[in-house]
Each structure stands twice: as C-alpha cells, then as structure tokens.
C-alpha cells in the first residue's frame, strides 16, 4: 500500500502526544501532583504546542494556570491559540474575559 510517511508521522506524533497527556492527567488523578502536570502542559506549548484539534486540550494549560492564579501567563497561551486556530477564536475572545474578571477579583481581594 501506499502509505503517506509524512502523514504517517504526523498521525504517529499526535497519537504519541495525546497518550503521553492522558497518561499525564491520570497520573494527576491519583498523585494530585499539581505542579508536574503544569510543567508537562508547558513543555508541550513549549515544544510544538498541541498536534491535534481539539478545544478541551487546546485550553487546558489555561485553565491550570487560572487554577494557580497565573492570569498573565494564561491571557499569553490564549492569545497564542487565537492567533494560531482560527476555529477557537471566540473561545479564545470569551476565556481573556474570564482571566481578566478573575485577575481583577484577585487584585482587589488582596
């Protein structure tokens, strides 16, 4: 058969990936080990980003740092999705919302 090597890799590399995360956040499951699944989330942006589609995982990252109260941190992966994925952009417009409402309830609780 004729099997596209390009392709195949790619699919290889998003299969690979998407296992790695959810072997990441089943691991979070039981171990509750906050701070390692933020830094395998950000060596994932910090590498080649997410190789698949998908909104849940696309604002995953985000939503841990709201967790840990990085707002500023979470307003530059969003705008990085929103620049790179067209498709997410009103969610991308909605989630700066969020930080910036949260990050002002955190200043003025302080």
Do not use: C, M
Not at 7 to 35: H, V
Not at 44 to 55: D, H, R, T
Not at 62 to 88: E, H
Request: glycine share 4%; proline share 2%.
């Amino acid at each position: 058969s004729d099997l596209d090597p390009e392709g195949y890799k790619t699919l290889k590399g998003q299969d690979d990936q998407l296992a790695a995360i959810k072997k990441a956040e089943a691991k979070y499951e039981s171990d509750k080990d906050f701070d390692a699944l933020l830094t395998f989330w950000e060596n994932i942006w910090a590498s080649s980003g997410l190789k698949f589609e998908g909104s849940k995982w696309h604002f995953r990252l985000p939503d841990l740092y709201i967790k840990a109260k990085r707002f500023d941190d979470a307003i530059v992966i969003v705008q990085r999705i929103k620049n790179t994925k067209k498709n997410y952009s009103d969610k991308a417009d909605s989630y700066i919302n969020k930080i910036e409402e949260r990050k002002a309830k955190a200043t003025a609780n302080k």
